[in-house]
């Protein structure tokens, strides 16, 4: 079993949509991070939090660190929000450990 | 700021042969990292550096070295490459020890 785990592994949906990405981990954490890959392979730091809720935009992510879960949601989904969604914690020492990533498709 | 760099873009090499990916930033990070991506499954940790003159194992280390002789550079050297090694390295780099991590545009390396 990994030990991050996203759902769903694609995700397609049409624009305006509210979009929810989920994120369940087995390790005790110090942080979790949500990371966006652009199609054309660069990643970017979109969050991270530690507990509770951040907003940046239409960007919303949440985190219960008693069921080890987090949730990435975007309101008013566009196709400019295609992209693989990428969760990782944050554990011991400086390492994080990655989730398979979440592609999500916007369509016009 | 250029943020992090890597270079090459791309490279291909023969199986055997050996290469250095380079990696700079330009924003007085102490810690670095180089991580590997293969298709379909989560980036993995290769090595990563605390400072300057020090550099720890990732998960996957093997077949791979690092050095960290300045604060601005971090190379990952790959010697008598194996098809196993075929992947999208990506370096990172963060100021603080639990911080955001600000990422390279990527290595695509293919060994044939």
């Known amino acids: 079993k990994n030990e991050v785990e996203q759902s769903p592994q694609n995700l397609t949906a049409q624009e305006g949509e509210f979009i929810t990405i989920n994120c369940s981990y087995s390790?005790?954490?110090?942080?979790l991070h949500w990371l966006q890959q652009h199609p054309g392979g660069g990643i970017v730091s979109l969050f991270m939090?530690?507990?509770g809720k951040k907003k940046h935009g239409r960007l919303i992510a949440t985190i219960n660190i008693q069921e080890k879960h987090s949730s990435l949601h975007i309101t008013a989904s566009h196709p400019r929000d295609s992209a693989v969604y990428i969760c990782?914690?944050?554990?011991?020492?400086?390492?994080?450990?990655f989730g398979q990533g979440t592609r999500l498709t916007i369509n016009p | 700021n250029a943020g992090v760099t890597q270079t090459p873009k791309f490279r291909i090499l023969k199986i055997g042969q050996s290469m250095t990916l380079q990696c700079a930033q330009d924003?007085?990070?102490?810690?670095m990292y180089w991580y590997r991506q293969d298709p379909g499954m989560g980036l993995k940790l290769i090595y990563y550096?605390?400072?300057?003159?020090?550099?720890d194992k990732g998960e996957v280390p093997n077949g791979y070295n690092v050095s960290r002789s300045t604060t601005e550079d971090f190379p990952l050297r790959l010697e008598l490459a194996a098809p196993s090694q075929t992947s999208v390295y990506f370096c990172?780099?963060?100021?603080?020890?639990?911080?955001?991590?600000?990422f390279g545009p990527g290595t695509r390396l293919t060994v044939l």
């Open positions: 990172a780099s963060s100021y603080l020890q639990h911080g955001e991590q600000f």
């Open positions: 990782a914690v944050e554990g011991g020492a400086q390492k994080l450990v």
């Open positions: 939090l530690s507990s």
């Open positions: 550096s605390v400072g300057a003159g020090i550099t």
């Open positions: 390790v005790g954490i110090s942080a």
């Open positions: 924003m007085n990070h102490n810690y």
